[in-house]
């Protein structure tokens, strides 16, 4: 069974959904360590509640190369196959990349590459685009710009405010992000360039 790291900083919801997955049976794999760069993640308190291991690395004053270190150290002990970064608020350093080549996902609540970096949604509404989303991709060093594994498209509406658009987006991340993870972990895929393509 292949095991999960999964990063997080705030609330959690992308790692729940990805934990109901695995119990539903809709996703093979299982949540070796949830990781929480803050101590008072909501999420940190759920993954406790819901009996997975889970731990804080506090990443305030330190360096990032020295804090992701840490954190690869923390997921070498738990023999982590693939690294899902679900809320978390921090950019890898490059040796985070290498240790773990096209091992890392990251979601973002765009369509990338529109509107990288903080409260995507907002930027969204801002710009008044029609359709925004969300993607799943591969991360490298740069802000939300490795190649793109799936995306779901929302309709934009004139009522909407940032958090009415905010929850319709979260909801197709949930489904969106076990897709990309099911995908990745199944192999059946090659990259090609920029281009992340489904083998048969
Ligand atoms: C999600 O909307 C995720 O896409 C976004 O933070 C939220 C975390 O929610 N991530 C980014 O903006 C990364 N650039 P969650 O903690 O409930 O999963």
């Known amino acids: 069974m292949k095991r999960l790291g999964i990063l997080i900083s705030g609330r959690g919801s992308n790692f729940e959904a990805i934990a109901d997955s695995i119990e539903v049976g809709r996703l093979e794999a299982e949540i070796a360590i949830v990781i929480s760069n803050n101590p008072h993640a909501k999420g940190l308190r759920t993954a406790k509640r819901r009996g997975f291991k889970a731990v804080c690395i506090r990443s305030r004053a330190i360096d990032r190369e020295a804090y992701d270190r840490l954190v690869i150290e923390k997921l070498r002990q738990e023999r982590v196959d693939l690294v899902c970064l679900a809320g978390f608020m ?111």
């Open 90 to 200: 921090r950019l890898l350093s490059a040796h985070f990349v290498n240790e773990y080549p096209r091992r890392i996902l990251n979601i973002h609540p765009s369509l990338l590459p529109s509107f990288p970096g903080l409260e995507a949604q907002l930027q969204a509404l801002e710009h008044g685009v029609k359709y925004t989303g969300c993607t799943v991709h591969f991360v490298d060093e740069r802000l939300d710009a490795g190649p793109i594994i799936a995306q779901a498209v929302v309709r934009v509406r004139d009522s909407d405010s940032e958090d009415q658009l905010a929850a319709r987006i979260l909801e197709e991340e949930h489904r969106v992000y076990t897709e990309a993870v099911r995908l990745v972990l199944s192999g059946d895929f090659r990259i090609e360039g920029r281009r992340v393509l489904r083998t048969p």
